[in-house]
């Protein structure tokens, strides 16, 4: 097949869609399929040969966090360019509701679109805004894949209609089989923690983590936080206790093959989200690599975690919970081992080869059901919504 993907969130920055689409464009190049992804991002970045830059985006606050989108009328005709010159067999548009490319492809593409939802937000200023308009383009779509239970939610209750639950995808073995690093490696008496996100966005939940460090602290006094993610550690740091601010060890943005490494060596991961995760990939990852996983009770998280069979579950935003919770753990070795080795079996329920399967089925089925031809010139329709056209 010619498929075209697209991600409505920069290139430049790293985030769970992104990998998502990254990680889905290079399983279905391996299985022989022509494919290319339109994103933004800017002129300077570097990007795989398969991607395509839609132009540089700007930081605007989406689902409770930053994302960096891209949007207007030469955006939109670069996009209508791109589908002609695609002449793709499907096209698959990840958060359509986002005002970016997915957007835009939305509205100029004619034939088998599919689209993938992986919000949970159930408040999206947004959506609210563009609602009407979004409707013309959210009618054809042939094809709607939520990445979980609250995804499919968000969509039954903002969308309307259904979609297929597909989780996202993690190529698990490259997780189990990562090196130790001796640097990130627990021991008896200094085991590591590790926590890896946006460290200065609340709804990644750093502080109720560093707000459990002093109860941990008091109880295991050698043990280390390793934070890996962008974001000013001062800032995350101030006011808390010296010990506290020891224990800590800041690595900063670190590359994909570090982050296997970093899961595959610590103890515990810890996952302190607050809210606003329809998923969790981080949680797989650190399945896959042997970690065990201690996270918030969201609704998200428990549907990773099989209710805490495959990793153990605190009540959200509860610091002294999280405390105990993972000093029971540190203190009984073979419930940690474990809790590890279900979550690693757990994990192989995401791994690539079953997801890409599932959505390309998704693929397959909307082809059948239209008139076999690619999208192309005569299959594209102007975007002219800055006029007020449709």
Same mark, same amino acid.
């Given at each position: 097949?010619?498929?075209?993907?697209?991600?409505?969130?920069?290139?430049?920055?790293?985030?769970?869609?992104?990998?998502?689409?990254?990680?889905?464009?290079?399983?279905? =190049? @391996?299985?022989?399929?022509?494919?290319?992804?339109?994103?933004?991002?800017?002129?300077?970045?570097?990007?795989?040969?398969?991607?395509?830059?839609?132009?540089?985006?700007?930081?605007?606050?989406?689902?409770?966090?930053?994302?960096?989108?891209?949007?207007?009328?030469?955006?939109? /005709?670069?996009?209508?360019?791109?589908?002609?010159?695609?002449?793709?067999?499907?096209?698959?548009?990840?958060?359509?509701?986002?005002?970016?490319?997915?957007?835009?492809?939305?509205?100029?593409?004619?034939?088998?679109?599919?689209?993938?939802?992986?919000?949970?937000?159930?408040?999206?200023?947004?959506?609210?805004?563009?609602?009407?308009?979004?409707?013309?383009?959210?009618?054809?779509?042939?094809?709607?894949?939520?990445?979980?239970?609250?995804?499919?939610?968000?969509?039954?209750?903002?969308?309307? @209609?259904?979609?297929?639950?597909?989780?996202?995808?993690?190529?698990?073995?490259?997780?189990?089989?990562?090196?130790?690093?001796?640097?990130? $490696?627990?021991?008896?008496?200094?085991?590591?923690?590790?926590?890896?996100?946006?460290?200065?966005?609340?709804?990644?939940?750093?502080?109720?983590?560093?707000?459990?460090?002093?109860?941990?602290?008091?109880?295991?006094?050698?043990?280390?936080?390793? =934070?890996?993610?962008?974001?000013?550690?001062?800032?995350?740091?101030?006011?808390?206790?010296?010990?506290?601010?020891?224990? #800590?060890?800041?690595?900063?943005?670190?590359?994909?093959?570090?982050?296997?490494?970093?899961?595959? /060596?610590?103890? #515990?991961?810890?996952?302190?989200?607050?809210?606003?995760? /329809?998923?969790?990939?981080?949680?797989?990852?650190?399945?896959?690599?042997?970690?065990?996983?201690?996270?918030?009770?969201?609704?998200?998280?428990?549907?990773?975690?099989?209710?805490?069979?495959?990793?153990?579950?605190? %009540?959200?935003?509860?610091?002294?919970?999280?405390?105990?919770?993972?000093?029971?753990?540190?203190?009984?070795? %073979?419930?940690?081992? $474990?809790?590890?080795? $279900?979550? *690693?079996?757990?994990?192989?329920?995401?791994?690539?080869?079953?997801?890409?399967?599932?959505?390309?089925?998704?693929?397959?089925?909307? #082809?059948?059901?239209?008139?076999?031809?690619?999208?192309?010139? *005569?299959?594209?329709?102007?975007?002219?919504?800055?006029?007020?056209?449709?």
């Amino acid at each position: 097949m010619r498929i075209g993907l697209v991600s409505p969130y920069s290139f430049d920055v790293p985030g769970g869609v992104q990998l998502h689409v990254r990680d889905l464009a290079e399983y279905l =190049v @391996g299985r022989g399929h022509y494919v290319e992804v339109l994103a933004p991002s800017e002129p300077d970045t570097p990007l795989p040969p398969y991607v395509v830059s839609a132009g540089s985006a700007l930081p605007v606050p989406y689902n409770g966090s930053v994302a960096r989108l891209t949007f207007g009328p030469v955006t939109a /005709s670069r996009v209508t360019r791109w589908i002609e010159r695609g002449r793709f067999d499907v096209l698959h548009v990840h958060e359509p509701v986002s005002p970016s490319v997915s957007m835009l492809a939305m509205w100029a593409a004619e034939g088998p679109i599919v689209a993938t939802f992986h919000t949970s937000n159930t408040k999206s200023r947004a959506l609210l805004a563009v609602g009407p308009m979004l409707q013309p383009g959210l009618e054809k779509l042939m094809g709607r894949i939520a990445v979980s239970a609250e995804a499919r939610r968000f969509v039954h209750e903002h969308i309307g @209609g259904d979609a297929v639950i597909i989780p996202n995808g993690v190529y698990v073995d490259q997780f189990a089989n990562a090196p130790v690093n001796p640097a990130w $490696q627990g021991t008896d008496d200094r085991p590591t923690l590790a926590f890896l996100g946006r460290i200065e966005e609340p709804r990644k939940g750093l502080h109720v983590l560093l707000n459990a460090m002093p109860a941990l602290l008091a109880a295991r006094p050698g043990l280390r936080l390793i =934070v890996a993610g962008p974001g000013d550690p001062k800032q995350v740091l101030e006011g808390r206790p010296r010990n506290v601010i020891d224990a #800590c060890e800041f690595l900063g943005t670190i590359s994909d093959a570090d982050k296997q490494s970093f899961l595959r /060596s610590v103890d #515990c991961y810890i996952a302190p989200n607050t809210g606003g995760e /329809s998923f969790g990939i981080i949680l797989v990852e650190a399945m896959s690599a042997g970690a065990a996983v201690v996270a918030s009770d969201i609704r998200a998280f428990r549907a990773v975690l099989d209710d805490g069979w495959a990793g153990a579950l605190f %009540a959200n935003e509860q610091p002294d919970e999280l405390a105990d919770v993972v000093l029971e753990l540190l203190a009984n070795a %073979a419930d940690r081992l $474990q809790l590890a080795a $279900q979550g *690693s079996r757990r994990a192989r329920r995401f791994d690539w080869s079953r997801v890409a399967s599932d959505v390309f089925s998704v693929y397959e089925t909307v #082809c059948a059901a239209t008139v076999p031809t690619r999208m192309g010139r *005569s299959d594209v329709r102007p975007v002219r919504w800055w006029r007020g056209e449709s």
